[in-house]
């Protein structure tokens, strides 16, 4: 009797070869579906690049450069404002021009100003029975805030100025620059006052528009 001999080797090929087939479809899949999405977005674009022509264009006239550090901050929070070109603006409605101190005025000087103090200067020599009665007038080459000050302290400024009359004594008169060194000491004892309220003296000179004892 003779036995049929079976091959069964080509039935249990057929399921792995399947297999197979459907892990290579699947992975073609998922390809495609990767490719199909970095083709949307750009990815396989060219980059263009930039000639060194162009680059030295673009920094002239501020433009940003892709690799440059961020602009710091002025110090409040902010990015300092630029103007078309990229330029850096200065100043701004919060800028302006420093406030000036009464205690250093500035030294621009101006014309020459005149003011004559009203009514007389009228006093008693130390130790004698003379008056001397005198009209006085302050010249300065400052601004009108030196005249404005007179003005202002004009009470006070008359009692120093009595002050100094009354230390006259009759040997004074005497003397060849006795009215020089008194207008000399009454500049200085005004200039003292305006200095204590203002700050700031002034006075450059003091005249006698008229000068009496008797």
Same mark, same amino acid.
């Given at each position: ?38 083709? !949307?977005?750009?990815?396989?674009? #060219? ?11 673009? /920094? $002239? &006239? *501020? +433009? !940003?450069?892709?690799?440059?550090? #961020? ?11 630029? /103007? $078309? &070109? *990229? +330029? ?127």
């Amino acid at each position: 009797m003779v036995e049929e001999v079976v091959d069964t080797e080509p039935k249990a090929k057929k399921p792995i070869v399947l297999i197979i087939g459907g892990v290579v479809a699947l992975l073609l899949v998922i390809g495609g579906a990767v490719g199909g999405t970095l083709f !949307a977005t750009g990815f396989f674009k #060219p980059k263009a690049d930039l000639t060194a022509e162009q680059m030295l264009e673009g /920094d $002239a &006239h *501020g +433009a !940003a450069d892709p690799h440059a550090a #961020p602009a710091k901050a002025d110090g409040h929070g902010e990015a300092p404002k630029t /103007d $078309a &070109h *990229g +330029a850096p603006i200065k100043g701004g409605k919060d800028s302006g021009p420093a406030k000036l101190s009464k205690k250093s005025p500035e030294l621009t000087r101006f014309d020459y100003s005149y003011l004559k103090l009203d009514n007389d200067f009228l006093s008693n020599l130390t130790g004698s029975r003379k008056v001397m009665s005198v009209q006085i007038a302050i010249m300065t080459r400052y601004d009108q805030r030196v005249i404005d000050n007179v003005k202002k302290h004009e009470m006070a400024l008359r009692s120093v100025i009595l002050d100094v009359m009354r230390q006259t004594v009759d040997a004074d008169l005497t003397k060849p620059d006795f009215r020089k060194d008194l207008a000399v000491h009454i500049r200085d004892v005004m200039n003292t006052l305006l200095e204590k309220y203002e700050d700031f003296g002034g006075i450059e000179e003091v005249y006698f528009t008229s000068f009496v004892t008797q």
